[in-house]
């Protein structure tokens, strides 16, 4: 890490030899006390708790004994990394010294402070980093094994249950992944500096916020082992309250994430609408940070429903309550409507913040201003309003409401306007610029191809009659990873590339972000391309095999894939090699008029010496200045 | 300043860069309609009923009226990338305008759009309507679609308890299936008639559609319905009247003996 230094002293205000708590606690002790705390608890319940009677529907007894020692591992890891001291400590009237407090915030420790409960935000921004290349590095393991399975047609070598677990696991982690690959990274590290801030509004909450993360992951691997995730990442029940223990290890995940998601959300909303550098009106306010608040303000009210949608279906599980279950007066519609009511604006939660990331580039890479800023925000705000009207178009051929369909038809295709919007200001600013050809810009016009295509098949997908022959296709699947991959991944690699001299203090590898720019874009089109027409062929998705007529589209879906792996690793190769190695980065490499890139690298503690006033937006390119 | 923008204006039209852009948008247009829709319809195969032969143009139709959108977005962008570009580690100079609005041409992608989006809105309800009412047809055959992992199950309540595993219909007869599951969430996919409904335990989902080709096709599960959903697939015959009469005293009679 280059932004190591040296441990000068100790820290004051303890004898040598016995270091006080607060400074103990870290990754090691987490794990330690979580696993410990899992097979206490575990081992417990065991013993403790009643036989279930013969009669009873589900396994409840195990569901209730994996469910604790889930919940055992949660409260132990939170404890070991030092979560509860802050509030502890509140509560006896003994808050944090100024001593205790630049501690958390890691001053002076070198690399052992991303291995903590710190609550420098640069330090959070690296560690969503690290944590999301970890999470795309399983979910692109897996998706190759999904494809190596589909590769020939009858007979794939993975076993139908692995194979469903694997659907399962690959889904819902890459979910997770592009949820936070740009809001947490970028949204952490890039966005206080940009506004002008010293660190966000709630320090502390934002370390919770990524060791949240942390604590959700075991369980969903763990699952993998325990009967998997064999229900997609949808979790429709009554399939999962079917499904094997592993289906516990979902229910843990899910709660923990979306308590995080709702952790980070509050804090950077708060942070933005507080913390903005004198001057920085809204007028001012680069449009990066609208689309990183859009963002999370929209996880706001949606992850709140997944949460509860989680613990009804682990209540059906463990305590046989009846909430989907329809012979007990529930229904799995109800859990239908959970799902998407949190599914839909979480798509615009991943997408949202790719699209303003590379709006925040175009105009640094054309030289030029930014296209109608108030366009902009507008479709940025009309995308999110619109989000969370529109989610029963997931539900069209469920049968749940025939009636609904037309007006969530409506709202579905009203969409298209403010997404409209985004393409014209993305394509008003390549307008007559100068262009600057690096990957980030490359991306902008990859972006286009592929949100256009995306964007276009949404349309069918939103048409009743349509989707009645689409829906539960693999062409599907092909239209969200166009707009979640093609779109939003794209632009989550070009921030990385873009932002990677300031959160690292060296240059991405050119030729590196090059290579991996055109494989990863050559074989995304070619994979999902395939899929897309293996899907009109009539491919139901999901599936470990298929018929004859498939063969051909899919053998082309797994070439792309393969293509794909090459690029990403040769974009890990990049990450890490000039992360170690790479050129010293000079203040500001593209020549941005952001605040961001007005601080030195490496970032100091508070980042700015002085704080900045701001007199006009950042977008003040082209000639003729007044 | 004013001067520069009153002259722009003028003749906007005339710049070098808008009339590249609008050959390349005359040339691209056709070209992107004509690829995606012969691709895409080619793709889905033959039609086997009226749902799914509409299903067909409005996915050509939708197509063929996003494309000069798509077009134009591709136009634009293949101005741009034909400028002036940089290549190295330092910055270019500057653009030679500061164009940071254009009201014309905001409103008129605007209301380009919010037309586009009420042209597919209302050619969808168009179908929708047409489609709904099938099932009203008083004429219609009723078959009751049972799904249970992983296998379809089909009754032919008008006719004696027949039941089957693979579909028999006879040609340009409305059908109206009533459609129910025994334990988890299945999807009932006729493909080649466009036809899908959920089949969920605990209640009875109804769709219709009216076959017009004698043939084999496929009925398929759309929903991850457990272990063996892949498998959950069989056939739909359909056959004439007369074939269909047969095969239906035939199965009785089977299933009488039985």
Known sequence: MTTMMDRSASAPGHAAGKRPLIERLNIVTALVLGTVSAVVVWQLALRFLPETPETSLFFNREDKISLLSLIGWFVGFMTGIGALIGPFRWALGKDLNHDENMFLAGKDQGIKRYFRYTTDHKVVGIQYLVITIIILFVGGTLAMLIRTNLGHAQGGWIQPQTYNAIVGWHGIIMIVATIIMITGPFGNFIMPIMIGARDMAFPRLNALSFWLIVAAVPPVFISFFTGGITTGWSAYNPLASQAGLGMNGYIAFICIFAISTMVAGANITTTVVKMRAKGMTWNRTPIFIYGVVASVALALPAFPVFFLSQIMSGMDRAFATSFYNTAGGGSGWLYENLFWIMGHPEVYVILIPSVAALMEMAPVFTRRPLFSFNLAVMGIAGISGLSVLVWAHHMYISGWAPLLNAPFMLTTELISIPTGMLFLVLIGTLWRGRLWMTMPTASIYALLWNFMIGGITGIYLSDVPADAFLHGSMYVTAHFHYTLMGAGLTGALASLVFWFPKMTGRMFNKTLSWVSFWLVQIGFNVTFIGMFLVGLAGQPRRVESYAEVFSRGNLITTMGAYTIMAGMLVLLHGVISSWRSGVKAPMNPWQSKTLEWTVPNPVPLENFETLPVVTSDAYGYGKAKS | ?258
């Open chain 2, 1 to 258: 300043m004013s001067d520069v923008q009153v002259s722009n204006k003028a003749k906007w039209w005339k710049s070098a860069d808008v009339k590249k852009t609008a050959i390349y948008w005359v040339i691209l247009t056709p070209i992107i309609g004509y690829v995606a829709t012969e691709v895409q319809l080619r793709s889905i195969g033959a039609p086997a009923s009226e749902v799914m032969a509409s299903v067909k143009s409005l996915m050509g139709i939708f197509t063929w009226a996003a494309s000069p959108v798509a077009g134009l977005v591709a136009a634009l962008a293949l101005t741009s990338l034909m400028g002036k570009r940089h290549y190295g580690d330092n910055p270019p100079p500057d653009a030679d305008h500061e164009i940071r609005n254009s009201p014309r041409a905001a409103a008129t992608w605007v209301v380009v759009s919010t037309l586009l989006c009420l042209f597919a809105l209302i050619t969808g309800l168009i179908v929708l309507q047409k489609d709904s009412e099938s099932i009203l047809d008083a004429k219609a055959i009723n078959i009751n679609v049972t799904g249970q992992q992983w296998v379809w199950n089909f009754d032919y309540p008008e006719s004696n308890g027949v039941r089957s595993e693979v579909l028999y219909l006879p040609v340009d007869r409305p059908v109206v299936f009533h459609i129910t599951s025994k334990d988890v969430k299945h999807s009932f996919w006729v493909v080649q008639m466009g036809i899908k409904m959920d089949a969920n335990p605990g209640y009875v989902t109804e769709t219709a559609v009216t076959p017009n080709k004698i043939g084999v096709f496929d009925v398929r599960c759309a929903e991850l319905c457990g272990l063996l959903h892949a498998y959950m697939q069989n056939k739909v015959h359909v056959v004439s009247q007369a074939d269909y009469d047969a095969w239906l005293s035939n199965r009785a009679a089977l299933e009488g003996a039985a």
